[in-house]
């Protein structure tokens, strides 16, 4: 499985980290990711979305950095893409 980079800066401590998606991804993501998945890449809990599924997490101080800002929002690393399940 190929995963994709992008910075972006930590909606909560501000500092630069990589974020990642993959094929197949969609926001709120339930499916697993394959094997190679980055440690930052986590099952974890999104108070916006109410919901688990796989998100990205600073790589600095763990908080999960949300799919609807990395996929919605236009300076998002990944705006317009995982869009799938809407």
Known sequence: MSYEAAKT???KCGR???VYTWPNHSKFCQTSP?????STVRWMRSS???TRHWANSCQHCGVIQGDFYLYSVPDGPFFGRGD???
């Open 34 to 38: 394959e094997e190679g998945r980055p």
């Open 84 to 86: 799938e399940d809407e």
């Open 9 to 11: 800066n930590c909606l």
């Open 48 to 50: 916006t979305a109410g």
């Open 16 to 18: 630069e980290t990589v």
